[in-house]
């Protein structure tokens, strides 16, 4: 780790002083990375695609405000995340809210299954729903932290760094996501 992050510092002070081989060598090493944040937080390949080229032209852009005491991974991490946030409030505000089921109908009656396989492919199905729903409602930094812990796997600490909390605010806000997500699939458990 520490020689990429050498590799990185060495590549950014090359970008800084013109070399734009030496950018385009950073966006080879991280894009793949971002890409993955990018999209698990939209959920959608074309938008995730978006928010990469989004946030390298950020980056380029604000290449001399990058502090070379910080990992250059890290602090494309958090404006790739910024730059995922603005894609979807931009969305949610052009988005008309779609309309919710009728409470008094109930949830929409599961198929049934005629096989085992049958079976588990629909119990797959609810829990992928469901998670999405639930992935859904999490606020953009719960959001963030949880695919930054458990999809990138990340620490706590370059979690805060990325998204720029502290380290303890970090693990609550990670904590918090679980706990709805645990909420929200709790029914299927109990099932």
């Not at 991280?30 to 032209?57: C, G, I, K, P």
């Not at 999405?132 to 990340?154: D, P, Q, T």
Request: with cysteine.
């Amino acid at each position: 780790m520490k020689r990429m992050e050498a590799e990185d510092a060495a590549e950014v002070a090359r970008a800084r002083a013109g070399d734009h081989d030496a950018f385009r060598r950073l966006v080879e090493r991280h894009s793949r990375a971002v890409f993955r944040l990018a999209y698990r937080m939209t959920r959608n390949e074309q938008d995730a695609e978006d928010v990469v080229q989004e946030a390298f032209l950020r980056a380029y852009r604000r290449l001399d405000q990058f502090e070379s005491k910080a990992q250059f991974g890290s602090w494309l991490h958090r404006i790739a995340a910024n730059c995922a946030y603005d894609l979807l409030r931009s969305r949610a505000r052009r988005e008309e809210q779609p309309l919710e089921a009728d409470p008094e109908e109930g949830p929409a009656p599961m198929p049934v299954a005629e096989t085992p396989a049958a079976d588990r492919l629909v119990f797959g199905g609810e829990v992928r729903r469901r998670v999405e729903a639930a992935m859904g409602r999490l606020s953009h930094l719960e959001k963030s932290a949880f695919v930054l812990r458990h999809f990138e796997g990340l620490t706590m600490e370059e979690i805060g760094g990325v998204l720029g909390v502290e380290q303890n605010a970090a693990k609550h806000t990670v904590f918090r996501a679980v706990r709805k997500l645990r909420e929200a699939l709790e029914p299927l458990v109990a099932s």
